[in-house]
């Protein structure tokens, strides 16, 4: 939804597996197993975003003090 949303464009599966990886590697550490990344069509060519599932245990004070953390850390504008 996120892509579709904001409008951002379409990324090749490449490029997407490249940011997955990145993101895996930044939410082991920030949430360790509290979060999911779903699988994806193995047919599908093109990614509009990255779908990621997080536990209400990877937070103990709220999801919005949790979210500016990430967007904090992860420089996201």
Known sequence: MG???FNL?????DR???IESELRQYLDTKLG???RI???YQSKIDFGDVDIIISSQAFTDS???LRQEIVKDLKIT
């Open 3 to 5: 892509g579709k949303l």
């Open 9 to 13: 464009g379409r990324i090749s599966r």
């Open 16 to 18: 997407y597996l490249q």
């Open 33 to 35: 197993n509290y979060y």
């Open 38 to 40: 779903p699988r994806y």
């Open 63 to 65: 999801w919005q003090s």
